[in-house]
């Protein structure tokens, strides 16, 4: 007997060959040879008799009588008669099915028929009856709720037509201070000094923005009216008062003070804004020099830039930036602010304005990212504080020490026409008192509130409206010098031929005389 070992391995000088495969003709070929016949034929008889033998089980087959000997004939009759009863009660479960889905379709149906009877009866009753009394509804119920005395709230059931009950829920909000501003015979000078403004001026507001905040009444109630809207936003940014007091002026709820708030703030920018707060045209141009020139003696003035700072709630994120160093150490703890850039004709009425940027951005950097910046402003002269670079078109005070007298009289005529927007920007923040404070107003809708404020503060200058002197704010310069005060050689010379003929001219000042 051979080592088990030699079958895995061929002899050194056998050539290995590869497997040919047997093709269909050669399996055709081995299926009809007389051998392979008689060798099917002899298993086949034996495996026969082994199953007789074995009685009709053997090798995994299955007859009758094996079956019926052997016991798994009643298995197999239990288990057929389960598969019946399983079917029958499937086809029980669907019957039942069917027969809830139709009941339940049927009762939608109905419910559905009979909701949209009630909803038409409804409809049609409140065509007919309910509509023409809400006025008489509102007014009774607002008798109840007046007479009441309740505070808080005051249910009162009023009877309409049909006989029938309806309840309403009445918040007692007290309008009398608005119902006596708004009457005509309320005194002129009692609604200057709350509204900031004449009535007249008030009313040309109303007239301009009616259009845009106007809303219809309702079935469930009246609109709040246009003046009414209007006084709302035009009292908050004047008195800079918390929205729950303004909710108490003028018998609103808070929420809806906040909105009107907004609304009204966002139509005075898109509605107003560009009819007067806008860039000079040539016309008006020639007019802003004129006067300009006779203030300072220097040609070609278009108008006066300052920055000034308002305060916010430390925002919540990039705190830093807006961080502001000068009013924290006059405050005596931390402040942050946004800045408000203007430029104003020689009636302190603002011609440009950029708001928002972070209170720790200087001044040069602000004017950098405004769109004055990107103007490209010829033949004009910007007159700034040392705050600002002297540029081709944006003109400052000298900054160095031991200044010569053409060089002082240069800077008291700019310092002149710095005071025209130094007190144009105290007019604003002494006439719109939410600029003095931290409001509370969203940091994202903050600018759309001042340049509303902006807009308003011109309207008042065109309009000549007299402010209160009890409302004069004093500003608190932030202004430092700009660490690339000189930006371009040009600029250096003509500001030095200037001021040459300033003094030569007798117009450079006589204070050092």
Not at 121 to 138: C, D, F, M, N, R
Not at 165 to 188: A, G, I, M, T, Y
Not at 219 to 232: G, N, T
Request: aromatic letters at 8%.
């Amino acid at each position: 007997m051979r080592n088990s070992n030699t079958l895995c391995s061929h002899p050194p000088n056998m050539d290995i060959s590869s497997f040919s495969f047997l093709s269909p003709e050669d399996f055709c070929s081995i299926s009809t040879n007389p051998w392979f016949q008689d060798l099917d034929n002899g298993f086949n008889k034996r495996r026969k008799k082994e199953d007789d033998s074995k009685g009709g089980f053997g090798n995994g087959c299955f007859n009758d009588e094996g079956l019926k000997k052997s016991g798994f004939g009643d298995i197999l009759a239990s288990l057929l008669l389960l598969e019946e009863e399983a079917k029958q009660e499937e086809a029980e479960w669907m019957s039942e099915s069917q027969q809830e889905k139709a009941l339940f379709e049927s009762n939608h149906k109905r419910k559905v028929q009979a909701m949209n009877e009630f909803y038409d009866q409804l409809q049609q009753h409140y065509s007919e009856t309910v509509k023409p009394s809400w006025k008489s509804v509102s007014a009774l119920a607002a008798t109840v709720a007046t007479t009441s005395g309740n505070d808080t709230t005051t249910k009162a059931e009023v009877a309409v037509a049909g006989g029938q009950q309806r309840r309403l829920w009445v918040k007692d909000r007290s309008k009398d201070w608005w119902d006596r501003c708004n009457h005509q015979d309320f005194p002129e000078e009692e609604f200057r000094k709350a509204f900031r403004m004449s009535k007249s001026t008030f009313g040309l507001i109303c007239r301009e923005l009616e259009p845009v905040v106007m809303k219809k009444n309702t079935m469930l109630r009246d609109a709040i009216p246009v003046r009414q809207r209007v006084a709302v936003c035009i009292w908050r940014l004047a008195t800079g008062e918390p929205l729950r007091l303004v909710s108490k002026r003028f018998g609103l709820g808070i929420s809806t003070c906040h909105k009107l708030v907004l609304e009204v703030c966002s139509a005075i920018n898109n509605v107003l804004m560009p009819k007067f707060l806008q860039w000079p045209d040539e016309k008006k141009m020639k007019e802003i020099n004129e006067e300009f020139e006779l203030i300072s003696g220097v040609p070609n003035i278009g108008g006066s830039l300052y920055t000034t700072h308002v305060p916010i709630i430390a925002p919540k994120v990039n705190v830093a930036a807006y961080f502001n160093r000068k009013h924290t150490e006059r405050n005596q703890k931390p402040s942050y602010s946004i800045t408000v850039q203007g430029v104003v004709d020689q009636k302190g009425i603002f011609t440009d304005v950029c708001i928002g940027w972070p209170g720790s951005m200087p001044d040069d950097q602000v004017l950098e990212k405004s769109a004055l910046f990107q103007r490209g402003l010829k033949d004009v002269w910007i007159v700034g504080n040392s705050g600002y670079p002297l540029m081709d078109w944006v003109l400052v005070p000298y900054t160095h020490q031991n200044l010569t007298w053409a060089q002082h009289g240069f800077n008291e005529k700019m310092g002149a026409v710095q005071n025209v927007a130094k007190e144009a920007f105290a007019r604003l923040k002494g006439r719109w008192s939410c600029l003095q404070r931290r409001t509370e107003v969203k940091l994202q809708e903050l600018p759309m509130v001042l340049g509303a404020c902006c807009v308003l503060h011109n309207i008042c200058e065109t309009n000549n409206e007299d402010m209160d002197p009890e409302l004069q704010f004093e500003l608190f310069d932030d202004e430092t010098i700009a660490e690339n005060n000189l930006r371009s050689s040009n600029a250096v010379l003509a500001r030095d031929n200037i001021a040459h003929n300033l003094l030569h001219h007798g117009l450079g000042g006589t204070s050092l005389l």
